[in-house]
């Protein structure tokens, strides 16, 4: 098998590959694709020469043998890849292949990628919205009315891709040159099917939103309870989302600076899509980028302070920043997470080693 994990998109076909070495006529062998622990419920099995009718329910009719490569000869030379067609979101992960015979068995684990190309949903977007044909830009149109007073948090497009699991990553555009970086945007996630976005104080986790908020002379801030505000220089002009729905975390980078902004944590239920807000009166519009390769996203560490916030109980810190002036790392936990002052944490993104200060707000 391959070393490296395999990447593949949402709806694609993949050959997820995996050969005996040195070769061995495969066509009488047991081969068995299989996730997690479902040996008895496989993905695919070919036994007694012939696929069998015995497979996990939602890889039916997607799956087969296939050759990995245009040199393959096929089971007479040992190789027994999968091909996987119709891909999901669902499908991201560990893939075994297990090959037995009378005398002796094997099994290998692929890793599949699958990376998701983001598009926003043109049926539920805000009417004074315009949004391009390919879907991926948007911007408040020539009609709107701003009235100036406070950020327009109506001016929301939501993705069309839904997610109840795994890890997601995808880059935004915020400067088209010549112009600046855009001063006024919103980039979060929400609860599929919450599309009516009214005032700031409706778009609470509480209520199935969460975002990071660029809102011009007034900074940024997140819309967690209670709210954190802060200021960076320079403004991102490419922000980078990595949406982790199992562990609840939302985090955020500042992709040319190789920067890391904040990390929300929350717990996720029911499907979450993309959330988008152009903001009113920026030059630039904001263009959701094609399927940018997904980076191991690094985070230093390095020491922090830790700031407290009494009336949500004397355990719960709220914040860490970073010592480094260069950067602003942010963790907000919800209730069930917990941190130690030894420099052990659990329930985190591992974001510092040790505490050096503690705030009491």
């Known amino acids: 098998v391959p070393g490296d994990p395999i990447a593949a998109h949402v709806g694609s076909t993949v050959i997820v590959p995996c050969w005996i070495s040195p070769p061995e006529n495969a066509e009488a062998l047991e081969i068995r694709w299989y996730?997690?622990?479902?040996?008895?419920?496989?993905?695919?099995?070919?036994n007694h020469g012939k696929l069998q009718d015995v497979q996990e329910e939602p890889y039916r009719n997607r799956t087969s043998l296939a050759l990995r490569s245009d040199q393959s000869g096929g089971l007479k030379d040992g190789d027994v890849s999968l091909r996987l067609e119709k891909l999901r979101v669902q499908d991201d992960g560990s893939f075994r292949c297990y090959v037995s015979g009378e005398s002796a068995y094997d099994s290998r684990e692929v890793v599949l990628k699958i990376t998701v190309e983001?598009?926003?949903?043109?049926?539920?977007?805000?009417?004074?919205?315009?949004?391009?044909?390919?879907?991926?830009?948007?911007?408040?149109?020539?009609?709107?009315?701003?009235?100036?007073?406070?950020?327009?948090?109506?001016?929301?497009?939501?993705?069309?891709?839904?997610?109840?699991?795994?890890?997601?990553?995808?880059?935004?555009?915020?400067?088209?040159?010549?112009?600046?970086?855009?001063?006024?945007?919103?980039?979060?996630?929400?609860?599929?099917?919450?599309?009516t976005a009214r005032d700031r104080s409706a778009l609470t986790p509480s209520n199935g939103f969460w975002f990071l908020c660029s809102d011009g002379p007034h900074g940024f801030y997140t819309n967690t309870e209670p709210s954190i505000r802060f200021s960076l220089t320079p403004r991102p002009e490419r922000l980078g989302v990595l949406f982790d729905y199992d562990d609840g975390l939302l985090s955020f980078y500042n992709v040319k600076e190789s920067t890391h902004l904040l990390t929300i944590s929350s717990r996720f239920s029911e499907s979450v899509v993309p959330l988008f807000n152009p903001g009113a009166g920026d030059p630039s519009p904001l263009r959701i980028l094609d399927c940018p390769k997904p980076a191991e996203l690094a985070v230093d560490i390095f020491p922090v302070n830790l700031i407290y916030n009494h009336s949500l109980g004397p355990e719960l810190p709220i914040m860490l920043v970073s010592t480094r002036g260069k950067h602003l790392f942010q963790l907000i936990l919800p209730n069930a997470a917990s941190i130690s002052l030894n420099g052990e944490t659990s329930n985190s993104p591992k974001l510092f080693t040790k505490i050096t200060n503690t705030f009491h707000i």
């Open 118 to 195: 983001i598009t926003i949903d043109r049926e539920h977007s805000h009417p004074d919205l315009k949004v391009s044909k390919d879907c991926k830009t948007v911007r408040d149109s020539e009609d709107y009315q701003h009235t100036g007073e406070g950020f327009p948090f109506q001016l929301c497009a939501f993705g069309a891709q839904r997610f109840t699991s795994g890890r997601h990553y995808w880059e935004v555009e915020l400067a088209h040159s010549p112009n600046p970086p855009k001063n006024f945007w919103i980039i979060g996630v929400v609860k599929h099917g919450h599309f």
């Open 35 to 46: 996730r997690h622990d479902q040996f008895s419920n496989p993905v695919l099995l070919y």
